[in-house]
């Protein structure tokens, strides 16, 4: 059974589905869930990221900038003030309970992956497959920690314009595109010294690609599994749910990103990010009891 290692810990793929929590160091996440604006925000946060591990998170993923559509750039410095403090708290706890559960960031910026890295975080989460910093890579190779490479479209600040761009083209296919994509960050990162058994690929759901692009990435999702490394799935309360469902809220996508969690399970993939871990550390349970056994 093979594994996929992050840093002190290393996660035995093709039993059970990872569930891996959302924790939003932000004042402007999409979800409404961030805790910047909380007076004690360390506290705040390391109390939701437990109570998300008592909820069934196996994996605590931290930002500190919003991904959302239009969303602000953060400076480094911003980055790190408020990722690193809740990285050194939640270790602290975990490692005082006696909980293995890995840490994450979610990063594009060398310098704050080498900070969280060195307070104790397992895992770095790159939502442009480590290509908007040139030295991101140079710094993960330099570590043990857990790399997941994101497709994307563009940037933040650009990625409505990528997807409208992307479906105007009728014979263009998103999933080869990815694949392509993933081909070419996985020799990269090769390159600078990563070793496959400690990259996760993730193919970036609402990420610069239109409503019937977001679906056809679940609907195909088998051949995402082409490269033979482990994957994960983040469409959580995204806009394509919303957009299915009649233009539903965010606080109105739960159960419609159900669905998209069970499906991806499906179709082979190996962990899912997620907002509701309740509900959704359910949905994998149940998932996985019928498409993992035997």
């Known amino acids: ?39 004690s925000f360390v506290d705040a946060t390391v109390a939701r990221a437990m109570a998300m591990v008592e ?64 307070a104790g975080a397992d895992i770095i989460n790159d939502i442009s497959g480590a290509t908007f910093d040139e030295r991101m890579l140079d710094v993960l190779g330099a570590s043990s920690c857990g790399v997941i490479l994101m497709h994307l479209r563009g940037t933040p600040q650009t990625m409505d314009y990528s997807a409208r761009i992307a479906n105007g083209n009728d014979a263009f296919d998103v999933i080869d595109e990815i694949l392509a994509f993933w081909r070419a960050r996985v020799d990269a990162a090769r390159a600078a010294g990563i070793t496959d058994e400690r990259i996760a690929l993730d193919a970036g759901f609402g990420f610069g690609k239109s409503v019937e692009e977001n679906l056809e990435i679940l609907r195909r999702g088998r051949e995402l599994s082409a490269l033979g490394l482990p994957t994960l799935s983040a469409t959580s ?43 959704m550390a359910q949905v994998a349970r149940v998932a996985d009891a019928i498409a993992r056994k035997g």
């Not at 929590?21 to 932000?26: D, E, H, K, Q, Y």
Request: charged fraction near 25%.
């Open 1 to 39: 059974m093979p594994f996929w290692k992050c840093g002190r810990h290393q996660l035995r793929l093709g039993e059970k589905t990872y569930v891996m929590g959302i924790v939003n160091v932000t004042p402007d996440s999409f979800s409404g869930d961030g805790t910047m604006h909380d007076t």
């Open 55 to 118: 909820q069934g998170a196996h994996i605590l993923d931290i930002g500190g900038e919003s991904t959302r559509p239009g969303a602000q750039m953060v400076s480094v410095a911003a980055e790190i003030e408020r990722v690193v403090p809740v990285v050194e708290a939640l270790r602290a706890r975990l490692e005082r309970e006696k909980l293995p559960v890995p840490l994450s960031i979610d990063t594009t910026k060398a310098a704050v992956a080498q900070a969280a890295l060195q």
């Open 237 to 279: 309360r995204k806009s394509t749910i919303g957009k299915v469902l009649d233009d539903a809220p965010v606080a109105e996508r739960v159960w419609g990103t159900a669905a998209t969690v069970a499906l991806a399970i499906a179709n082979g993939c190996d962990m899912v990010r997620v907002h509701d871990v309740r509900e």
